[in-house]
């Protein structure tokens, strides 16, 4: 049975990558910063599988700041696979806390590639990169050869990670692939991302519970695809040899203008009685025009994506709907 550790369990991808990969028959170890709230998270409904929980699926406790925890905990579980999705992942509280994202983001990465490389028997290394690395991109749509030029301190913890990553793998031959993901979203996302802010807000609106739905710049667009496309890429990026840089992505922008319409037309209201921008929620810089060429993935993985934006909107606004 291969092994697999995911950091950042709790997160929307890791409750999808530990579906997926239980469903491929692996034994599973998740980190968490604390184990206490695990049962309300969206990993907590596998405790219910008797035959999954604790005899295949195991929870950790354990920090990107602390390295002595993580290595120990690394060196008994035994890995063949490590997927590191912790992050400080929100670019507007990047700003805020750029030594925190730093220290998470940047750091954290660092010393699990440090771990790796002690390993007796090194893991396989998966780096969930991020589109931000290209922040002020020189060319769209971005592939894995366009120049980083992040816009916000998030961006550049991403940029120092996947450099480092590309590091370890040239000078220290450890198999470590980035993943250069762009906006993924699905009922599983953050409340704090604009779409799981609109898509409750559309539905609370609709049920009477909320007035109105302040957003920042609603002019902004990105390039959004569906979380269990993505997850499904970073195992197919972990089965591919020799290890290489992947894009994820859609091809595709909308605005967050877009997302606001299809969610309120999804509730049968009319956005424009609800929906204010506030310049207190608009972000110092902006990144323009991302977007990202998925050609290689789906060329050299055979990676395909398989929802469409206004879908994943749509799913994401009736299922706040239904609570
Ligand atoms: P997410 O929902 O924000 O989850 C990130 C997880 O990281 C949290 O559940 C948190 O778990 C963990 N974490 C935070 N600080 C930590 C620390 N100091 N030590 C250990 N764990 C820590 O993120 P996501 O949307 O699933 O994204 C997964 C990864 O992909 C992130 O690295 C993100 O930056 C990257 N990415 C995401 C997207 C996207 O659109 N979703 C696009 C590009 C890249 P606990 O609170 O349980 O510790
Ligand atoms: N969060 C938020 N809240 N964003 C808003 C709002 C608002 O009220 N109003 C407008 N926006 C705009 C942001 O300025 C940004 O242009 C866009 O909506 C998307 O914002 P987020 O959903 O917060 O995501 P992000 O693009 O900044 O970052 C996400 O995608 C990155 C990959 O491109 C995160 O998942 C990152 O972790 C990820 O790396």
Not at 52 to 75: C, E, N, Q, V
């Amino acid at each position: 049975m291969p092994k697999a550790l995911i950091t950042g369990v709790t997160g929307q991808d890791g409750s999808y990558l530990t579906e997926l990969l239980l469903s491929k028959g692996y034994e599973v170890h998740g980190i968490t910063r604390s184990t206490e709230d695990l049962e309300r998270s969206w990993v907590g409904r596998l405790f219910q599988d008797s035959t999954t929980y604790k005899k295949r699926l195991f929870f950790h406790p354990g920090d990107l700041s602390d390295p002595a925890g993580l290595r120990a905990m690394i060196d008994k579980s035994k890995p063949d696979e490590i997927y590191h999705l912790a992050a400080q992942s929100h670019v507007g509280r990047s700003f805020e806390d750029p030594e925190g994202t730093c220290e998470v983001t940047a750091m954290g990465t660092l010393r699990l590639l440090e771990i790796v490389r002690a390993m007796s028997k090194p893991a396989k290394f998966f780096h969930a990169a991020s589109g931000e690395i290209f922040g002020d991109a020189q060319e769209s749509p971005q592939t894995v050869d366009t120049p980083m030029a992040p816009v916000n301190p998030y961006g550049c913890a991403k940029a120092f990670a996947t450099q480092m990553v590309q590091v370890y793998r040239r000078s220290f031959g450890i198999f470590a692939s980035n993943g250069i993901l762009y906006n993924h979203e699905s009922p599983r996302r953050g409340e704090n991302f604009v779409t799981k802010k609109i898509c409750r807000a559309a539905a609370a609106i609709k049920l009477g519970k909320q007035n109105e739905l302040l957003l920042g710049d609603t002019s902004a667009k990105r390039d959004w695809g569906h979380a269990k496309d993505y997850v499904r890429g970073m195992w197919l990026a972990l089965q591919h040899e020799p290890p290489e840089d992947f894009i994820f992505a859609t091809g595709e922008l909308h605005s967050v203008q877009d997302v606001v319409e299809i969610a309120f037309a999804s509730v049968e209201l009319d956005w424009k009685n609800y929906v204010k921008q506030d310049p207190k929620l608009f972000r110092p810089t902006e990144a323009q025009c991302l977007v990202g060429d998925p050609s290689k993935a789906e060329t050299v993985l055979g990676w395909k994506r398989e929802f469409q934006f206004a879908d994943i909107i749509r799913e994401m606004t009736l299922a706040e709907l239904e609570g």
